[in-house]
């Protein structure tokens, strides 16, 4: 069973392509989030949704769109990818509860040519 | 901005030695965690101690929170091959549920 999983693992595509990932949590979590994590294995917060609505979105370009269709679901969306898009894409999950831990999932890497 | 550091970058030990890891940041925390990720993984959750907490052990692992400091530390005892993976420190912020990484602590353990 895997608690949070998110397709695909790899994505290789060219500049300037629009290009999604997809994320799903069964864990009953409300809380979603985006990572990016980059070549030096740092790990930034992009985005987080608690019951579909939006509540952090950090400095992150307005061409990566996040949408929720519902609680167990956050997708993400790049539009006209660039070069410095290439990264690791975590999606994570975790209840809005202090003290609650994240849950991650594989991750999707994304390389743009 | 970055909250979490790891110190070291790197850590290279023979099997059935300690590690130690430690971890600075820069804000008052609710908590704070350590995280593991093996090669081509997401991270897994491994312990979390709270801001009013000064130390908790789990296993084989055992964590310190200085808030005075600013700064955790991880300790692996006697390490196994296995554990060679990256650890990072996570913490969250008093505004909850906002966790902010650091690069991590890239630990191998030599068989």
């Known amino acids: 069973d895997t608690a949070v999983s998110q397709t695909p693992k790899y994505l290789v595509t060219q500049m300037g392509n629009d290009k999604s990932i997809k994320c799903e949590q069964n864990?009953?979590?409300?809380?979603m989030y985006w990572y990016k994590q980059d070549s030096k294995k740092f790990l930034k917060i992009m985005f987080s949704y608690n019951n579909k609505e939006l509540i952090i979105n950090e400095t992150v370009p307005n061409r990566f769109s996040p949408k929720s269709p519902d609680k167990a679901h956050l997708n993400l969306h790049i539009n006209s990818l660039e070069l410095g898009d290439s990264a690791v894409y975590f999606c994570?999950?975790?209840?809005?509860?202090?003290?609650?831990?994240?849950?991650f999932g594989n991750g999707t890497r994304l390389t743009v040519t | 901005s970055q909250q979490g550091e790891e110190d070291p970058q790197a850590l290279s030990i023979q099997e059935g030695e300690n590690a130690t890891m430690n971890c600075s940041y820069k804000t008052s925390i609710n908590n704070l965690q350590w995280y593991r990720q093996n090669s081509g993984r997401g991270l897994v959750h491994l312990i979390l101690i709270r801001s009013n907490e000064r130390e908790k052990h789990s296993g084989r692992l055992r964590v310190t929170l200085d808030t005075s400091k600013k700064s955790s530390s991880l300790l692996i005892t006697a390490s196994r091959a296995a554990d060679t993976a990256s650890y990072f420190c996570?913490?969250?912020?008093?505004?909850?549920?906002?966790?902010?990484f650091g690069t991590g602590t890239s630990l191998t353990v030599i068989p």
């Open positions: 864990l009953g979590h409300d809380t």
């Open positions: 996570a913490t969250d912020l008093n505004t909850g549920n906002q966790f902010y």
């Open positions: 994570a999950s975790s209840q809005l509860l202090r003290n609650s831990p994240l849950h």
